[in-house]
T-cell receptor, first 111, second 115 residues
Framework: SQQGEEDPQALSIQEGENATMNCSYK?????LQWYRQNSGRGLVHLIL?????REKHSGRLRVTLDTSKKSSSLLITASRAADTASYFC???????????FGSGTQLTVLP | EAGVVQSPRYKIIEKKQPVAFWCNPI?????LYWYRQNLGQGPELLIR????????DSQLPKDRFSAERLKGVDSTLKIQPAELGDSAVYLC?????????????FGPGTRLTVT
């Protein structure tokens, strides 16, 4: 079963706009990670946010974490066509040394 | 630094045939993962190795799937016999260290089609 679920399932925006995708999870966690997957490629780690952090930035990425609502959001500012990909949130499970991935948000950035 | 290497990239086989996937993780990474990813879904863990020990294989269909990680480096995932429902992308990932949280580095995957 999937721990994290992303919303929306698909998002289409124009280049230069901001893209926001959300992740909800079910059980308490000590960190949450976001990954990107370009078509036909493996996943690439974007950012990790710990449970004692509320917000984290990396370049054009901004991640928030609300542990009281068990949710996280990923904001991509000034989007580019190259940002077109699927974005997954991942939360620790089992022994906390493995990750459970959501079903992803498919982002399309139109030039 | 070389990334996670997987081969083959694509494989088409008929049902009931065997198939094997190979993974070479990033040098020095103790933990290795095999995932299966169905179309439109996120990866689902099949098995996790810490060095050469399989520490979580609860999601591995053991009647037809097997895996090994010789000398705690390369790993092979095998399916015998393959079924139509095994069509998916099989991803290998590795991470540094045995204590989390660590980011995982993924290979490009093997796209398996069973006809």
């Amino acid at each position: 079963s999937q721990q994290g679920e992303e919303d929306p399932q698909a998002l289409s925006i124009q280049e230069g706009e901001n893209a926001t995708m959300n992740c909800s999870y079910k059980t308490s966690i000590n960190n949450l990670q976001w990954y990107r997957q370009n078509s036909g490629r493996g996943l690439v780690h974007l950012i990790l946010i710990r449970s004692n952090e509320r917000e984290k930035h990396s370049g054009r990425l901004r991640v928030t974490l609300d542990t009281s609502k068990k949710s996280s959001s990923l904001l991509i500012t000034a989007s580019r066509a190259a940002d077109t990909a699927s974005y997954f949130c991942a939360t620790p499970s089992g022994s906390a040394r493995q990750l459970t991935f959501g079903s992803g948000t498919q982002l399309t950035v139109l030039p | 630094e070389a990334g996670v290497v997987q081969s083959p990239r694509y494989k088409i086989i008929e049902k009931k045939q065997p198939v094997a996937f190979w993974c070479n993780p990033i040098s020095g990474h103790n933990t290795l993962y095999w995932y299966r990813q169905n179309l439109g879904q996120g990866p689902e863990l099949l098995i996790r190795y810490e060095n050469e020990e399989a520490v979580d294989d609860s999601q591995l269909p053991k009647d037809r799937f097997s895996a090994e990680r010789l000398k705690g480096v390369d790993s092979t995932l095998k399916i015998q016999p393959a079924e139509l429902g095994d069509s998916a992308v099989y991803l290998c990932a590795s991470s540094l260290g045995l204590a989390g949280p660590y980011e995982q580095y993924f290979g490009p995957g093997t796209r398996l089609t069973v006809t």
